[in-house]
């Protein structure tokens, strides 16, 4: 029986946030905008994450205004933001008023899926978040920051993802920040969580250390329902698995994504020449890098951490 394998594309925000420290502009997303918005993605990310600063820190633009834009421009594609639970999305924890209110404005200005998560995992960060996405009817997406030590076990996790449930959660996300989650041990994860879970189950994971595409088909394997990727030309190193790599693997199977790869290339084209304005955000990183099983650094501060310490001389 057929079973879709849903993709959420990254291009319009943690690809960028990986790979270019979050610098790239909203009117080099626009041309590309109809195109993404045919292809039939389960979702876009398009907001949220470090984009917000940037936005305001770095690129003088208004934040809000790109959401609005970005809706305008993309009507039949679910809009989707990294939310950072009671941090929102700044540095520190707001009143639940204020996150409250955050959302409100988030699902007025376009915003459809609310990827939540807190740094910690601590499950009382997520709860007026999760309140008050479901206040608005929107789609409340809980994230459980994936890493490795001996009290994250698989047993574990399940019980996170049945506790994100419980609050009302309408999906899960396993969040793979630093591409530390190893293929068998992804499939194990997945298939416990389908068994324990009633809702969908995404599967983010950073290419940073060489794993990425080996996961995301293990985890598909054993029925993850959506998994996020980036187009080719904005992927790997700190960032993710390339679209293109993953529509065709699955192509002829009971996991194929209905997706064109002539139609991805024309993507994959436009952001290989977008890529090119921000080569002075590139970091070091031309492959695979292993150090980060041990260190554990996600991919999206990678690029920012090395333009911050240029910044400063370092």
């Known amino acids: 029986m057929a079973n879709p394998l849903g993709i959420t594309e990254l291009a319009l925000r943690d690809a960028h946030q ?16 109809e195109k993404l918005d045919s292809m039939g993605f389960w979702s876009l990310e398009t ?12 690129l003088g633009e208004d934040p809000w205004q790109r959401l609005r834009t970005l809706k305008r421009a993309i009507p039949n594609t679910r809009h989707q933001m990294l939310f950072r639970a009671q941090n929102i999305l700044g540095y520190r924890h707001y009143a639940d008023d204020v996150v409250t209110k955050f959302v409100e404005r988030c ?27 479901r206040e608005v009817d929107r789609h409340a997406q809980g994230a459980m920051s994936y890493t490795v030590s001996p009290v994250h076990t698989t047993d574990m996790w399940v019980d996170m993802g049945r506790q994100l449930e419980d609050m009302g959660c309408h999906s899960l996300c396993i969040k793979d920040m630093a591409g530390l989650l190893s293929p068998f041990v992804a499939e194990e994860l997945v298939g416990k969580l389908k068994e324990a879970c009633d809702i969908p189950i995404a599967l983010h994971c950073h290419a940073t250390t060489g794993m990425s595409s080996s996961t995301l088909v293990k985890a598909a394997e054993a029925g993850v329902d959506m998994i996020d990727t980036a187009t080719s030309s904005m992927s790997q190193t700190y ?17 194929d994504t209905g997706m ?30 292993s150090r980060i099983l041990v260190a554990q650094v996600p991919g999206g501060m990678l690029t920012n951490m090395e333009s911050q310490l240029r910044e400063q001389g370092a």
């Open 107 to 133: 699902a007025v200005n376009g915003m459809d899926v609310f990827r939540i998560f807190d740094a910690m995992n601590d499950l009382r960060n997520f709860r007026t978040a999760v309140q008050a996405v």
């Open 47 to 58: 907001w949220g994450g470090a984009t917000f600063d940037a936005c305001i820190r770095y």
């Open 18 to 33: 990986s790979l270019l420290a979050t610098r790239m502009r909203i009117d080099d997303m626009l041309p590309i905008a």
């Open 239 to 255: 960032g993710h698995s390339p679209t293109e790599s993953l529509v065709a693997i699955f192509q002829g199977t009971e996991r």
């Open 260 to 289: 064109k790869l002539t139609d991805l290339e024309e993507i994959a084209a436009y952001f290989r020449e977008v890529r090119k304005k921000y080569a002075k955000f590139e970091g070091g990183l031309k492959g695979i890098d």
